[in-house]
């Protein structure tokens, strides 16, 4: 890890100022920054050490939707002690249950896992984020295994790795952004971007500006996260999905499907919500609504596994909504 | 006369636990990672970051005048226009005052590379054209054939009338060994001719060797200490490049102690692996189940210059075989031995090949597979022949671990698992190694006049509890607890120990310890005898008492008082009859496994592992050994590769989270059990370090292509590999 | 009406209160976090406070004040092994992958490779060296049910799975597995770990 300066604070408006005109970085639980700056991907000059409160609360506003507000420097453990939020956001918290380890559920806050950066090995390996090098794209040519299998025409081939957002975005939670010209609240979705230059961030969020807090309202019908993985214990996931699903009766009058470790961004799977629509969730539908999650899906060498896997997790996501786990042995 | 073991041990066998556990448990014992003598300075590694490269310059001056740093030094024989031949591949070392410090100097070294042009897959290995890793004789186009080995005629068996065959590729990649604790020592050059190391390693006595040889010191003026050490699995057995640099450092930084460990991406790079195996297999029996041919061209890379062979046929009779191995050479790290070297390999592929033969015979494979057992242990363990018929030992561990799995009541023809999303699956395999030790080693025993009984020796423990076998021996044989022994090892100035690796510390060490034990008692009763009126030869001890014609006469503590001034000290040496006479153990291994065929995920359910090793000195230790190797083998089945990118020649994952490595949820129900028969007894002691890990990835691929129908030709069984099986299959159909 | 959801552990958890708001207005030397309101927070912290060299950092570990130099960079790992020689817990991986440099700070399991000395400064560490390590401790389990090899992952065990059973004196079998999801051991010891946690966890409750 290379030298910097160091500053603390709790308050976003200090943090805001402590990084204006420095190559700086915020710092919540660490453990994403810390493991990029030990492999000198990320070499920032002054480290802000951002220790907001975690805090998870649910507002009620008279006759309005209530609010959920989780604070940036929520932990994972904070996050997932909520049984309010257990039950009321399965998605979120069966997604957070599911990152890292004891040990970083304790250490990560809802904004780093958010803001984290990818974890293409590629990257991380400091050939930059769409990895090209003399004009050929590494992740292309080399080993994609874990790599997106959609928006795979351009050069950046990375999954977003943040498992959060994906339920997230499913639920239609905003994010607050402090900046050094005010306050700005925009769609969780709208913090990511896909890169098309080496320049280009795949994250929206000003390198001056900090995260505060999430809103998100209270869902009107049902929700859940599918994710699949090669081992039980910590491990990223290959692809997984959160639905919310809001019901006319026993049919899906509006669906959100959200995939997780396909695209560079947190993919929406717009022909699969639409094919949802008026239908209930069973069995059938299920399997023929995730077959259109997979509309355009381009795969690289290596990664066409994805794209069965992608169309099983989106299923089960869609089940387990309506409580069809059929998957799990008896 | 040859010694024997006691008739009705008290403690041999028994479950004891292990003397240096709570010093462990507690955090409290110090590895040689953990050492921090007085003075100490950080050393830090600069190492290749490119696959294949000339150094065209190099400037150590920059990282010389940065703060703190006492030490820089160019490593080894490297110099302007050396090759360097993988990622990872040692360049310059640095000590400084903080660790942080030395980091910074290592950035601070200016070298200049001509990048050359790289091979780091296999594939891209034997690519016409390829770039070449190194020139050597017989080394073309980056390969070097063994001599083929043949038996019989096996082309014209395989095709004679009758006879049902395969033919099948299957390939396991490169695997680390990933030590927890990394290689490395800390190191303190004393005076002008004197090093004292603190070393991570499996031997003390040749890490010992290799800094005097390096310094052209007496070995005698060197000493190493490894009071523990954090896991070696055959990957550390000297002083290593690091080491010799870290004592250089420490010479030209006065003397000043330098303490010098790898980081976790140079320990995957540089510190050693296990070579892959990619193999084209024929295989053919007669219609009722006799193997009658097996054509095999196998390959494997064990990176820039190190093989990659493997036994093979393996376990079974193969009346006509051929064998050609091809190494194949990359600008990757070097393999070193790997908890039994080329037996996992050869055990996936043999196994492999025995179930989908099984398949399409339509016999059942746990049938087939004892049809075709060799009359004689193929394995020589390199210290005696084998001479034992492992025919009905295979045939009851065999139908004890079918027994344990529910093979009978549970095992179905491949695809015949259901129709569900989830299929079960059963597979097995049978291992094979060699284990026992030689007989050049020394335990010395000291009996002092206060009852304390010391056993030392230059041996060391990698977790295999040797401490505790040392004691274990000794109280046995002086009637006394194990917790009244005090064993002294990991230090190479004490009389000449084994090596830790092969399985052979335990049959290597014991009978020195018994012999030291039993000399040490022996000199004990010839000095309390007269005392007590009694001829030497009528006593005993137990319990703690000297006995005269089995009654208690004399507690321990008393008789020793009577010793005066002057300790019982002997040393004890290798004996006959007590171990490795017939080395060449066994085992097989069943595991059951559930497979989501939607998402290719494999989760194991069961494994039994039934092992036999000759007499077990301590059932816990020796059980927490099969579990290890069951797990490690588990790894291998499930998770482990190391990922190459061919363009720009780095490994992709060297860490510890893509590289993958099982954690507690991943862990199934392991059911072990020793083959353990009066007639194992007598063959002595036996290691067990390797044996047990051989099978498990083997039987967890058969268990796979049992559940789901279909063969995944590609360890590990990951979802990628899985579900790119169904496909093929799908593609066929 | 915020209807406040969320506190999880009785007791002060590190973010149920801010951190490191005592440091931004004291000296280079690192005290502990006040524990205030934000908005006292707010008040008292006009500008911020640059730490670019090295500093003194004051912490518990143990239960002894320690104070020792370090940089920013340093992590709460190495400035325990490097500077105060506290050497239980190991580091292995170095990227928050594996557990074998699990302390407990605060109260709450971390990783310490991937924690910052600097924003430790007042905190509270415990080690494995810490512990009990008599009859009816976790160290002692390990050793009865022989959950540790070469040992070097061990401590790393031993803490998560002391905090495990603080936290939830009744696990089951699963549930310990999760607790110890963090800590990789090569050696293989699970069996023994799963074992040595059930029996502590009743050993404990027998005290
Ligand atoms: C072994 C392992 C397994 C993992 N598995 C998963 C997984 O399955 N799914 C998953 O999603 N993640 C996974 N992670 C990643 C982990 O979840 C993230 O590292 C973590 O959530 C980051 O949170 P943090 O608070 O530690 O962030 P930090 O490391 O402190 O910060 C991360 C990034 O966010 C920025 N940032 C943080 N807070 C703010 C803010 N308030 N405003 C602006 N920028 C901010 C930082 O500058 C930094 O760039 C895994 C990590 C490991 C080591
Ligand atoms: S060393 Fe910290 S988690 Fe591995
Ligand atoms: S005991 Fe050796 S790594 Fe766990």
């Known amino acids: ?330 | 006369m040859p010694s024997v073991w006691p008739e009705n041990p008290r403690l041999i066998g028994t479950r004891i636990t292990r003397l240096d556990g709570l010093v462990k448990a507690t955090g409290k014992a110090k590895y040689p990672s953990d050492m921090h003598p007085e003075g100490m300075l950080f050393g830090a590694m600069l190492y290749s970051p490119h696959a294949h490269a000339k150094i065209k310059s190099i400037d150590l001056a920059p990282a010389e005048r940065m703060p703190g740093v006492k030490a820089v030094m160019i490593v080894g024989a490297i110099k302007p226009g050396s090759t360097l031949r993988f990622q990872g591949d040692d360049i310059a070392a640095v000590a400084a005052e903080t660790e942080e410090q030395a980091w910074d100097a290592v950035l601070a070294i200016k070298v200049e590379y001509e990048v050359l042009p790289h091979v780091v897959t296999e594939a891209q290995a034997v690519a016409p054209g390829a770039a070449s890793v190194f020139k050597g004789t017989g080394i073309v186009n980056n390969q070097k054939k063994a001599r083929s080995q043949t038996n019989g005629d096996p082309e014209k068996a395989l095709g004679a009338p009758g006879v049902v065959s395969i033919e099948a590729n299957y390939m396991a990649p490169v695997i680390t060994h990933v030590c927890l604790e990394p290689h490395g020592l800390t190191v303190r050059f004393v005076g002008e001719d004197k090093i004292e190391a603190w070393a991570s390693t499996q031997a003390v006595g040749v890490t010992a060797g290799d800094l005097a040889g390096a310094f052209g010191i007496p070995t005698t003026n060197v000493t190493v200490h490894t009071e523990v050490m954090g896991g070696g699995f055959g990957s550390k057995f000297g002083a290593d490049i690091w080491g010799i640099t870290a004592a250089h450092l420490s010479k030209k930084a006065g003397g000043r102690p330098v303490k010098m460990f790898l980081d976790r991406a140079h320990e995957h790079l540089g510190a050693g692996n296990r070579p892959s195996a990619i193999a084209h297999v024929k295989l053919g029996a007669s219609k009722d189940g006799k193997l009658v041919s097996l054509i095999a061209e196998t390959s494997g890379t064990g990176g820039a210059g190190s093989g990659s062979n493997f036994p093979l046929p393996y376990v079974y009779a193969v009346p006509n075989s051929s064998r050609t191995h091809t190494d194949i050479f990359v600008n990757g790290g070097n393999a070193r031995a790997m908890r039994a070297p080329g037996h996992p390999q050869g055990c996936i592929v043999m196994e492999a090949a025995m179930d989908d033969l099984a398949d399409k015979l339509g016999i059942d494979p746990l049938e087939f597979r004892l049809k075709n057992l060799k009359e004689r242990d193929m394995v020589e363990d390199g210290f005696s022949k084998p001479t034992v018929d492992r025919t009905p030992m295979y045939l009851d561990e065999v139908a004890m671990g079918a027994d344990l799995i529910g093979w009978k009541a549970k095992w179905k023809p491949r695809g015949k698992n259901g129709d569900g999303p989830i299929r079960r699956g059963l597979g097995m395999a049978l291992h094979q190694w060699g284990g026992g030790g030689p007989a050049t080693n020394q335990v010395a025993c000291t009996i002092n006049p206060d009852g304390s009984v010391e056993m030392k020796s230059a041996t060391q423990d990698i977790g295999t509890g040797a401490r505790t076998i040392f004691a274990i021996i000794a109280a046995e044989v002086l009637g006394l607890n194990v917790t009244d022994i005090t064993s002294n090892i990991g230090n190479s100035t004490f009389p000449p120990g084994q090596p830790s690796g092969g399985s052979t510390t335990t049959p290597a060490m014991s009978p020195p310890a018994f012999n030291a034990a039993i000399l040490a008692r022996d000199e004990l009763f010839v000095k309390v005898a007269p005392g007590l009126n009694a001829k030497p030869e009528d006593l005993t001890l137990a319990d703690g008492q000297v006995c005269v014609k089995g009654e208690p006469k004399l507690p321990w503590k008393d008789a020793c008082r009577k010793l005066g001034q002057q300790s019982i000290q002997v040393t004890g040496k290798s004996s006959p009859g007590l171990a490795s006479q017939h080395g060449g153990v066994g085992g097989c291994q069943f595991a059951e496994v559930s497979v989501d065929i939607e998402t290719g995920v494999v989760r194991v359910k069961k494994i039994v592992a039934i092992q036999d090793t000759g007499l077990i000195i301590d059932k816990m230790t020796w059980e927490t050994q099969v579990y290890g190797g069951v797990i490690g083998g588990l790894n291998y089945g499930l998770f482990e590769e190391r990922v190459m990118d061919p363009t720009v020649g780095i490994m992709l994952n060297p860490d510890m989270e893509l590289y993958k490595l099982a954690g507690a949820s991943d862990i199934p129900e392991i059911v072990v059990r020793a083959y353990e028969t009066p007639a194992m007894k007598a063959r002595g002691v036996i290691g067990v370090g390797e044996p047990p890990t051989v099978s498990t990835a083997a039987a967890i691929g058969n268990a796979v292509s049992n559940a789901i129908g279909v063969r995944v030709p590609h360890w590990p069984m990951s979802p990628k590999n899985v579900l790119d099986a169904l496909a093929s299959k799908e593609g066929k159909a | 009406m915020a209807d406040l959801e969320q506190k999880t552990k009785q007791g002060a958890s590190r973010r149920d209160f801010l951190r490191g708001s005592g440091f931004a207005a004291a000296t280079a030397v690192i005290t502990g976090p006040a524990i205030a309101s934000l908005d006292e927070a707010k008040a008292a912290e006009p500008e911020f406070k640059i730490v670019s060299d090295t500093t003194t950092l004051k912490l518990k570990v143990n239960g002894v004040d320690r104070t020792c130099e370090i940089e920013p960079r340093c992590t709460l790992l190495d400035t325990l092994r490097n500077r105060l020689d506290v050497t239980g817990p190991k580091r292995v991986c170095d990227r928050a992958s594996c557990g074998a440099c699990t302390v407990i700070l605060d109260g709450d399991l971390v990783y310490s490779c991937t924690t910052l000395a600097i924003s430790c400064g007042g905190k509270k560490v415990e080690t494995v060296e810490s512990f009990d390590s008599g009859v009816n401790s976790v160290p002692h389990a390990f050793v009865q049910n022989d959950g540790l090899m070469c040992g070097y992952c061990t401590p790393g065990f031993v803490t998560a799975c002391k905090v495990m059973l603080d936290h939830n004196p009744n696990p089951t079998i699963d549930e310990v597995r999760k607790g110890v999801d963090g800590n990789i051991c090569r050696c293989g010891t699970y069996v023994g770990v799963l074992q040595a946690a059930l029996a502590a966890a009743k050993t404990m409750k027998g005290a």
């Open chain 1, 1 to 330: 890890m290379k030298a910097f300066e160091y500053v603390s604070t709790a308050s976003a408006d200090i943090a805001v100022k402590a990084l204006g005109g420095v190559d700086g970085a915020i710092l919540a639980g660490g453990t994403d920054l810390l493991s990029r700056m030990k492999d000198y991907v990320t070499t920032p000059k002054r480290v802000v050490d951002f220790n907001p409160q975690s805090v998870v609360q649910k507002e009620t506003s008279p006759g309005g939707v209530p609010t959920w507000t989780i604070l940036a420097g929520t932990t994972l453990a904070d996050l997932l002690a909520s049984k309010a939020l257990r039950e009321e956001l399965p998605a979120l918290w069966q997604a957070a249950s599911e990152v890292g380890t004891p040990q970083i559920k304790n250490m990560a806050t809802i904004a780093g896992n958010l803001l984290q950066r990818p974890r293409c090995w590629y990257y991380r390996s400091g050939f930059g984020l769409l990895s090209v090098k003399d004009g050929k794209n590494l992740l292309r040519e080399g080993d994609n295994r874990y790599a997106s299998i959609f928006h795979t025409d351009g050069d950046a081939l990375f999954v977003a790795p943040s498992s959060l957002a994906v339920p997230l975005i499913a639920l239609g939670a905003s994010a607050t952004i402090l900046g050094p010209k005010g306050e700005r609240t925009v769609m969780v979705s709208s913090l990511y971007q896909i890169p098309k230059r080496d320049s280009d961030r795949e994250l929206t969020i000003g390198a001056d500006e900090v995260l505060t807090k999430i809103t998100l309202p209270a869902p009107q019908g049902k929700n859940a996260t599918y994710e699949a993985r090669q081992k039980q214990s910590h491990d990223w996931p290959l692809v997984l999905a959160s639905v919310s699903l809001r019901f006319d009766g026993a049919s899906v009058s509006q669906a959100s499907i959200v995939i997780g470790g396909v695209a560079p961004i947190p993919y929406r799977a717009v022909e699969a919500e639409k094919a949802m629509f008026g239908k209930p969730v069973t069995l059938e539908t299920a399997e023929a609504v995730a077959a259109n999650a997979i509309n355009g899906v381009k795969p690289l060498s290596g990664n066409v596994y994805k794209v069965a896997l992608t169309k099983t997790v989106v299923k089960r996501a869609l089940l387990a909504a309506v409580g069809n786990r059929y998957w799990e042995e008896v």
